[in-house]
């Protein structure tokens, strides 16, 4: 306590703000049965306003936590919910919502499986529809979708992180309990908390006459060097996954509730919440200096540095990061919530120096964190809250060779566009409405004399603009992200012909499964029929 309340902590935060560029930063700590909480910055730069430990952050991936928690009150509860355990299988509990594309997945896939991103199923985070679309997902639609995604790996064989299994447990809470996921969250974890200033949403935030404290999101633009601000909308269909509104002085109340096994945390409900259930490191990744490797429990992520156990997690979408920690052995823990996407290494250097203080280790230089920029988008979702992989990939704060091998791989597209063949088909040939059961429409137009696609309706929204490259039938897709603006990932793209007409497209929208995700055109005019 004595380091957050010091000069020097006050001016390393300054520190850190302005070297990651981020306008505002809320944190708390707690020590024992104690707190302590401060703002920084602004939490607005237009109007200014400052930056108050009651200011509110969507937390993203933060919120997961509370979901696998509320998961674990029906497993607690053998009265009510005997059926609902970790190792009960989710189809037998959802037995006509949970179905997957493998019979012997849909027998096998458990509740734990679901939890620690185990299932095999790869991430499909451009399937979901947002709250833009005429017909929006929501957990039960996502849940029912899955039938229809093809699976990646072999059951518990390989760490996805993935949003899925998150917006599946909500759905399984709502039809066990009968109560919608926010409202259960409210009764069951806000209010015995006293977090009275948490939502999910940001629209329930402002019902509650919270809106003017809630932070919009910045995204740097380094080469004008000025902020863009963002406002996160509702994202209905990625609930539990992310999209929990709150404070850090809201948040380190679940954080001591966690640490301190105290209100809906049980012992029971804690000692499931942690038990370690997935490697997080696929590949053969050195371990930072002092820390272990990560592991994945439910909702949480666990690690060792120094010798002493850290548990929590992260969050992030576009113009927002948070982290949250606790330290068991010593009874510490915080909460790091800022708004702009500079914020995530920021959280990374700031938890290993307060841990550091908290342990009684002094250094006369902090720990250095790597953040290498990832390739692909980082939008979502909440960001729609579908995780995109790059908040994803930047959940893994060293690469390990696999962004090196990817940049290979994009620089090889772009110079198939450079040979390309010309394009002599028709673009009319090729527009139209194609359909997939599980990823539903791409409408593909002619805008600048290319084939297009908006799918800004989604909850992973982007936007693909084609370039030929041989036979009439095989593209090069230039996906732009609406959030970064200088922002572009490259992916294959094919159509197949019938007669003088396309009447499949295929996008390689999942590196991990080896093929395209086929659309069938969909037949709406005499011409199709």
Request: include cysteine; aromatic fraction near 12%.
């Amino acid at each position: 306590m004595d380091f957050f309340h010091s000069e020097a902590f006050t001016a390393r935060v300054r520190e850190l703000m302005n070297q990651h560029h981020v306008p505002g930063v809320s944190i708390a700590v707690v020590q024992d049965d104690k707190t302590a909480s401060a703002g920084y910055g602004y939490a607005s730069l237009e109007p200014s306003k400052p930056c108050t430990a009651d200011t509110l952050f969507d937390i993203a991936s933060s919120s997961k936590s509370l979901t696998a928690a509320a998961v674990g009150l029906l497993v607690e509860d053998d009265e009510k919910y005997p059926e609902v355990q970790y190792e009960a299988t989710v189809s037998g509990l959802l037995p006509e919502d949970f179905v997957l594309s493998k019979q012997e997945y849909t027998d096998s896939v458990t509740i734990d499986d679901i939890l620690s991103h185990r299932t095999g199923m790869p991430l499909h985070c451009y399937a979901f529809m947002g709250p833009k679309a005429a017909h929006p997902d929501d957990a039960l639609s996502v849940t029912r979708s899955l039938r229809n995604m093809p699976i990646a790996y072999p059951i518990r064989s390989r760490y996805i992180y993935s949003d899925i299994g998150y917006i599946v447990a909500t759905h399984l809470i709502e039809v066990k309990t009968g109560q919608n996921f926010p409202d259960f969250l409210e009764e069951r974890f806000f209010q015995p908390l006293g977090m009275d200033s948490t939502s999910l949403q940001p629209t329930a935030a402002r019902a509650k006459g919270f809106g003017d404290r809630i932070a919009p999101g910045y995204l740097w633009d380094k080469k004008h060097s000025t902020y863009r601000e963002i406002t996160g909308p509702d994202c209905p269909e990625g609930q539990g996954a992310g999209s929990i509104i709150t404070s850090a002085n809201d948040c380190i109340k679940w954080v001591k509730a966690l640490m301190r096994h105290e209100g809906p945390v049980s012992d029971k409900v804690y000692h499931d919440l942690v038990r370690l259930r997935s490697f997080c490191q696929n590949g053969g990744r050195m371990s930072k200096p002092y820390r272990s490797p990560d592991f994945y429990a439910a909702g949480l992520e666990v690690y060792y540095y120094r010798g002493y156990e850290v548990v929590g997690h992260d969050g992030a979408i576009p113009g927002f990061r948070s982290r949250f920690f606790w330290v068991p052995k010593i009874k510490f823990g915080g909460v790091i919530l800022g708004n702009s996407d500079g914020a995530f290494s920021f959280g990374n250097i700031l938890t290993l120096q307060l841990i550091d203080a908290a342990i009684g280790i002094l250094r006369a230089e902090p720990p250095v964190i790597k953040s290498d920029v990832p390739l692909r988008p980082q939008s979502q979702v909440q960001d729609s809250v579908i995780q995109s992989p790059k908040a994803i990939d930047e959940k893994e704060e060293e690469s390990d060779g696999s962004d090196e091998d990817e940049d290979e791989e994009q620089a090889a597209l772009v110079a198939m566009v450079d040979t390309a063949q010309a394009q002599v088909t028709p673009l009319n040939a090729y527009t139209g409405r194609y359909w997939h059961p599980g990823y539903h429409t791409i409408v593909v137009e002619v805008k600048d004399e290319k084939l297009f696609v908006d799918a800004t309706d989604r909850s992973l929204e982007f936007t693909l603009h084609f370039d030929h490259v041989s036979d009439q039938t095989k593209y090069i897709a230039h996906m732009y992200d609406p959030y970064y603006e200088d922002w572009v990932f490259h992916l294959k793209a094919e159509f197949e012909f019938e007669e003088d007409r396309a009447v499949r497209l295929g996008l390689d929208f999942e590196e991990s499964l080896k093929e395209l995700i086929w659309f069938e055109r969909e037949k709406t005019s005499s011409r199709d029929a």
